[in-house]
């Protein structure tokens, strides 16, 4: 059974940054499609980044330059470095498996993790 614990979240102020883990179980992170993705009030889920089992890694122009996807192999764990956050980062963010061609996620969701950007 596959099980994704996200966490790390928190209040930051604009500027600010943080860093989320997904937690792994059942799967394998470095083989795997792995993608973070995000939810904002009164907003549709959108992908943030996405990381291939060879390493190569996309993001949402929006947050490009400013955030980072990594894992860490031995700890079957998946990052997002969050730098100079904004407002609208503010958001549930969520990781999962995604479809090797566009990231789009494949499996159940996890609780998530609050993110909110506010001075």
């Known amino acids: 059974q596959v099980q994704l614990v996200e966490s790390g979240g928190g209040l930051v102020q604009p500027g600010g940054s943080l860093r989320l883990s997904c937690a792994a179980s059942g799967i394998i992170v470095s083989i795997n499609v792995m993608g973070w993705y995000r939810q904002a009030p009164g907003k549709q889920r959108e992908l943030v980044a996405c990381?291939?089992?060879?390493?190569?890694?996309n993001y949402a122009d929006s947050v490009k330059g400013r955030f980072t996807i990594s894992r860490d192999n031995a700890k079957n764990t998946l990052y997002l470095q969050m730098n100079s956050l904004k407002p609208e980062d503010t958001a549930v963010y969520y990781c999962n498996v995604g479809s090797y061609a566009t990231c789009s996620p494949r499996g159940s969701w996890g609780q998530g993790t609050q993110v909110t950007i506010s001075s």
């Open positions: 990381m291939t089992s060879g390493g190569y890694t």
